[in-house]
């Protein structure tokens, strides 16, 4: 089966984040991962290609040159190859969807795309679904798990306190992984190597026929939200420090 | 003046609280409102919707969630009444639904907003972990915005006559993507992303059978019960129960967190909450920084000692 499993790179989550110019952040000194989600879907990827003979798994992202070092992660893990949608633009959901599957489309024999749930920088949570809809195939979200049965696909997905669906889909399709599919692997010193030696295909966002002008949502501003100032500790013995806490709850912070 | 539309959301018959909320944002600029309910029998809601122009009520046989279905029904509906701007709540089903009736209705979508201006577009939402707030304006065709929950402050009813009811039909097509069957959790657990009051547990928990202190306050509170990561990975707690940068975002009114250290990836899911309260035995835990009020202590001696506090003032 041809995999395909799409990235995105996002700073990393211990990082501090500063506006730049109102628009953009400063990148300076930030380190940058793959989206934390994407990494569920990295590990699912590889597992369905152990399990399938004759598979590959294609990593893809779109971003600027910085975002090699995401699919270098991805193909140490043990992806097969890996695209690199070369973008500077900042594109809205449903173009980024479109410049990717632009790529996956040029293969006739596309079989199951892997992504994260959603990427933590700016959490559009949109881009699998919209995907799927370029393509035309199903798509399932909040994936914990994923099985081949027979010629389809079923997942259990999360719903609200902790209840699931299961859904079926037939292939191709699009999945989109959460916290608890799996537990991804590290890359081994030789799939570190091994990765060095793969060459990253690179596609201009002008193939992909994609142009940030078409964007339909517009980032008009970023700003640093207002800091809560520092609450205080209550002191007392715990009988005591409890009978204020409840009092302040009550009367100061009217909570309750 | 533009066509506001709203999804909703019912659960097992229920209104889901955040509706109100989504009310309370449509009702204000002077917008035709439409609210769409998936039902069967639309007046037990009726009297919740005052105040908008029309109720549109979409029947079938088959009114259960399947996602390509409310999609396909929704786009048509935005078709059909010509709505502009369409909004919902950013709930687990709404994280699944908006997507696709985004794609459908060839809209922008902008998710998880703490406010929007139906009018000119604009919406603001966190990003970068809530580091950042971002603010986007949806230029071109249709906008779809959905709200997180517990964000706006829900206003009372106006007094007034019911809206009109218009009816829709249910797309009857084949879903591409199938839900064949729904697995409960087996316990009534309170929704976290809704709930006004929520009780957290880190690794100080240090067992499962520990988190039993915590529910016996989150029973007097009727409160939500979550965890932090470090309480999830160490086996202490479900994953569904998980606040935090790969967890649940939450937004309560009252947030307690008992042995949570309050590392970055566990602020970020709870930061916006009302009122912080840390019990933590450890004076330097960061969590002190983050909370308003604070107590330093075991949390298995304060835990108890607050439930029986709380149970004497609530009667």
């Known amino acids: 089966m041809n995999i395909y499993v799409c990235i995105k790179q996002v700073p990393d989550t211990e990082a501090t984040i500063l506006v730049k110019d109102g628009r953009s952040i400063n990148e300076a000194n930030v380190k940058w991962i793959v989206s934390p989600y994407d990494e569920y879907a990295i590990e699912e990827a590889l597992k369905l290609k152990e399990k399938v003979p004759g598979s590959t798994v294609t990593a893809m992202c779109l971003g600027p040159e910085r975002v090699h070092s995401a699919l270098r992660t991805a193909l140490a893990m043990g992806a097969d190859t890996a695209v690199h949608v070369e973008c500077t633009a900042s594109l809205d959901p449903s173009n980024t969807a479109r410049a990717l599957a632009h790529v996956i489309r040029a293969d006739k024999d596309f079989g199951i795309i892997f992504l994260g749930k959603q990427a933590i920088d700016d959490d559009a949570h949109q881009l699998h679904i919209r995907l799927a809809d370029e393509l035309g195939v199903p798509v399932a979200t909040n994936v914990l798990a994923f099985a081949l049965d027979g010629g389809k696909v079923r997942v259990e997905r999360e719903i609200d306190e902790g209840a699931r669906e299961v859904i079926e889909m037939a292939i191709p399709c699009a999945v989109a992984a959460a916290k608890g599919l799996n537990t991804p692997r590290y890359a081994s010193m030789m799939g570190i190597m091994k990765a060095k030696k793969i060459e990253i295909k690179k596609i201009t966002l002008a193939e992909t026929g994609v142009e940030e002008a078409r964007n339909q949502v517009r980032l008009l501003k970023l700003s640093a939200p207002a800091e809560k100032p520092q609450g205080r500790t209550i002191p007392g013995e715990p009988a005591a420090a409890v009978q204020e806490l409840v009092r302040l709850l009550r009367e100061e912070a009217k909570v309750l | ?315």
Do not use: W
């Open chain 2, 1 to 315: 003046m533009a066509n506001i539309g709203l999804y909703i959301e019912l659960k097992d018959g229920g209104f889901k609280k955040s509706n109100r909320e989504l009310l309370t944002l449509a009702r204000k600029g002077g917008h035709r409102v439409h609210a769409v309910l998936f039902c069967q029998d639309v007046k037990p809601y009726l009297p919740e919707l005052k105040g908008i122009q029309t109720v549109i009520q979409v029947k079938g046989a088959d009114l259960s969630y399947q996602p390509d279905r409310y999609a396909r029904t929704l786009a048509a509906v935005i078709e059909e009444f010509k709505l502009d701007v369409f909004c919902g709540i950013y709930s687990a089903q709404g994280k699944d639904l908006f997507p696709r009736l985004a794609a459908k209705a060839r809209a922008g979508l902008v998710n998880d907003c703490l406010s929007v201006d139906l009018g000119t577009r604009k919406a603001v939402k966190p990003v970068y972990s809530g580091k950042l707030l971002a603010e986007y304006q949806v230029e071109g065709g249709k906008a779809i915005f959905t709200v997180r929950p517990n964000v706006i402050v829900v206003e009372p009813l106006p007094a007034g006559d019911d809206p009109d009811v218009k009816g829709a039909a249910m797309d009857g097509s084949e879903p591409l993507t199938r839900i064949v069957d729904i697995i409960k959790s087996g316990s009534s657990k309170v929704d976290l992303t809704e709930a006004d009051i929520i009780v957290s547990g880190g690794r100080a928990m240090k067992a499962k059978e520990n988190f039993a202190v915590l529910e016996d306050l989150a029973r007097v509170l009727h409160a939500g019960v979550g965890a932090s990561r470090a309480a999830v990975d160490a086996g202490f707690a479900t994953s569904d129960m998980q606040v935090g940068q790969t967890g649940k975002v939450v937004n309560p009114k009252l947030y307690i967190a008992c042995g949570i250290s309050g590392a970055i990836q566990h602020f970020v899911g709870m930061k916006t909450s009302k009122v912080i309260v840390a019990i933590n035995k450890d004076p330097e835990a960061p969590i002190f920084k983050k909370a308003d009020y604070g107590i330093v202590g075991d949390l298995f001696a304060v835990v108890p000692l607050l439930k029986q506090e709380m149970q004497k003032m609530l009667g």
